[in-house]
């Protein structure tokens, strides 16, 4: 069974700090990997996507995958309390591309 | 681009009441999605079309759960003889199914309270 596992947190950072979101997949074939925030009471949306080893920078976003390691991250920069959300990892492999997603992490960001 | 439409946005219900929910998807999406959500929890894969096509539904899907696409455009998701535990947000994702790149754009989601 496809697993994608976060730590619930809450991660608490101050502002202006370095938010490190971390994520683990167990099926060794996915391909795709996402990172979605969730406001409170809101529907997620998509923040990054990320396929190949490395880093991926996107604004204040940089997600990171490591195959080997099976692990991905996202890092936000210059954290704002707008930032706070709920952050899921989501991975899917070939054939149905389906999107599994973890848990989710939650991200406080205090002024 | 009118964005991913759910309705009803809430839904209380008896046990033992059937339930249905819609879902309009961005227009030129292809694939259509249904997730269940509960409170500390992430999306759950329910079920998903291509086109008109319904190609995978979740082992943990009970036999109560129906969908339909028909035509290849909005959803509905049905819930027969609701039960408590099948209190929880139904959300629905349209995307333009690009391999790798799938990409998913959600609905504000059916918030489903069964009492």
């Known amino acids: 069974q496809k697993e994608v596992e976060q730590n619930s947190g809450p991660l608490s950072v101050p502002e202006g700090a370095i938010a490190s979101l971390n994520c683990t997949y167990s099926?060794?074939?996915?391909?795709?990997f996402f990172w979605y925030r969730q406001y409170s009471g809101k529907s997620p949306e998509l923040i990054m996507s990320i396929y190949s080893n490395g880093d991926k920078e996107d604004g204040r976003f940089t997600a990171q995958l490591n195959k080997a390691s099976q692990y991905v991250s996202l890092l936000i920069r210059d954290s704002q309390p707008s930032d706070s959300a709920t952050y899921l990892c989501?991975?899917?492999?070939?054939?149905?591309?389906?999107?599994?997603f973890g848990r989710g992490t939650s991200l406080i960001v205090h002024p | 681009d009118t964005g991913v439409s759910q309705d009803p946005r809430h839904k209380i219900t008896k046990r033992g009441q059937n339930v249905t929910f819609r879902c309009d998807p961005i227009?030129?999406?292809?694939?259509l999605y249904w997730y269940r959500q509960t409170l500390g929890q992430g999306p759950e894969f329910l079920t998903y079309?291509?086109?008109?096509?319904?190609?995978?539904k979740s082992r943990l899907l009970s036999d109560r759960f129906s969908a339909e696409r028909p035509k290849g455009s909005f959803s509905t998701l049905e819930i027969q003889r609701t039960e408590q535990g099948d209190s929880a947000m139904y959300l629905c994702?349209?995307?333009?199914?690009?391999?790798?790149?799938?990409?998913?754009?959600f609905g504000s989601g059916t918030q489903l309270s069964v009492l």
């Open positions: 099926d060794r074939v996915s391909q795709s």
């Open positions: 994702a349209s995307s333009p199914h690009e391999g790798l790149n799938e990409k998913l754009f």
């Open positions: 227009s030129e999406h292809n694939r």
């Open positions: 989501a991975s899917s492999s070939g054939g149905s591309y389906i999107p599994t």
């Open positions: 079309f291509q086109n008109e096509a319904q190609l995978e």
